[in-house]
């Protein structure tokens, strides 16, 4: 290590390239799968808010009238 703790770029790459070999990453399925599930909460949960806000204006609405 050089001054202060700081590496060299040539380190650093080294270091980067090390760690990118260890990375385990997602089969093309495991990420359709996971993107897929992402959606679907997306979709459930605007539903959800969706719901949750009508409910909440009515009772506003109720409330002030």
Same mark, same amino acid.
């Given at each position: 290590?050089? !001054?202060?703790?700081?590496?060299?770029?040539?380190?650093?790459?080294?270091? /980067?390239?090390?760690? %990118?070999?260890?990375?385990?990453?997602?089969?093309?399925?495991?990420?359709?799968?996971?993107?897929?599930?992402? #959606?679907? %909460?997306?979709? !459930?949960?605007?539903? #959800? #808010?969706?719901?949750?806000?009508? /409910? /909440?204006? %009515?009772?506003?609405?109720?409330?002030?009238?």
């Amino acid at each position: 290590m050089s !001054v202060k703790g700081r590496k060299s770029p040539a380190q650093l790459v080294r270091e /980067i390239r090390t760690e %990118m070999r260890r990375v385990v990453w997602p089969t093309r399925r495991e990420t359709g799968v996971a993107t897929f599930m992402v #959606f679907v %909460m997306v979709a !459930v949960m605007s539903v #959800f #808010f969706l719901l949750v806000d009508q /409910i /909440i204006s %009515m009772a506003v609405q109720a409330i002030l009238s």
